[in-house]
């Protein structure tokens, strides 16, 4: 059956379908110059993210490609496990001369023993002040870049994933800057969501939905696999700022696996 698109503010969902798409407004990369004091420039990373829930399996997928706004690059992994029941991926602003370390703040609300809804909601009251101090600190010293790079776009993204009374469950919490410049965000959104939705994806999307479109038959494609094809096609289309190896977690009520380790290692180093 041809997916259908039903809207929401800044999420495009295929309905009756295994996909959530976000808007466009992902595709780039969040990068601001910073020159007052001479601190170093605010990690930044375009960052292709996939997240699918089975019905007794979580399965994360990442590149690994981490640009500064000096262009300078490493390989790192992008998903993050604190703990079995709570593990997260990033999209957008990771570090900021201000100390706003958002990573930090989603791995101290993972171990709170809560459904992965409530700890999105918690992170978003704890990241939202610091974040606002960041945005802020790049209008007032560097406006161009503010302008260029912020108004107007999502600015921080996260989905968290894990299992809550024996149940394989995600969320995601996005924040944007409007075009007035106010920091404004989306409710969080649960995977499956009420339509039975599973898959959420995050970072650049236009290649994405090329695939889709040009693969009908994608729904029979093995999950690991169909991540792996996803996060390959974005590389290819956006190799300055998305980049391999692949990385690809299993969750499952017994534990976690690394089906594709790429920059990432076992869970338990």
């Not at 996939?50 to 500064?68: F, P």
């Not at 957008?92 to 171990?111: L, Q, S």
């Not at 693969?215 to 956006?238: D, Q, Y």
């Amino acid at each position: 059956m041809k997916p259908s698109f039903s809207v929401t503010t800044n999420i495009q969902i295929f309905s009756h379908d295994i996909l959530r798409i976000s808007t466009e407004q992902r595709k780039r990369c969040i990068i601001a110059t910073y020159v007052a004091w001479g601190i170093l420039a605010p990690v930044c990373n375009a960052t292709s993210v996939i997240v699918i829930i089975e019905q007794d399996k979580i399965l994360i997928g990442a590149d690994s490609l981490w640009k500064n706004s000096q262009l300078q690059s490493k390989l790192q992994c992008k998903i993050d496990i604190p703990r079995q029941a709570c593990s997260f991926a990033i999209v957008g602003m990771r570090t900021n001369p201000t100390g706003f370390d958002p990573a930090a703040i989603a791995a101290h609300e993972c171990g709170r023993n809560s459904p992965l809804t409530e700890i999105a909601t918690s992170f978003a009251e704890s990241v939202r002040k610091p974040l606002a101090q960041a945005l802020e600190y790049s209008r007032i010293n560097d406006p161009v870049a503010y302008e260029r790079d912020y108004r107007g776009k999502v600015v921080l993204e996260i989905v968290f994933a894990g299992f809550y009374q024996g149940k394989p469950t995600g969320a995601v919490k996005t924040f944007l800057v409007d075009r007035a410049g106010n920091l404004t965000e989306n409710q969080v959104a649960t995977i499956p969501d009420g339509a039975g939705n599973s898959m959420a994806i995050l970072g650049p999307q236009k290649a994405v939905k090329q695939f889709f479109s040009q693969n009908p038959g994608w729904k029979a494609i093995p999950h690991p696999r169909l991540i792996h094809l996803l996060i390959n096609r974005v590389i290819a289309t956006n190799p300055d700022t998305v980049g391999r190896p692949i990385s690809i977690l299993a969750i499952t009520r017994s534990g976690q696996i690394w089906v594709e380790e790429g920059k990432c290692g076992p869970p338990d180093q």
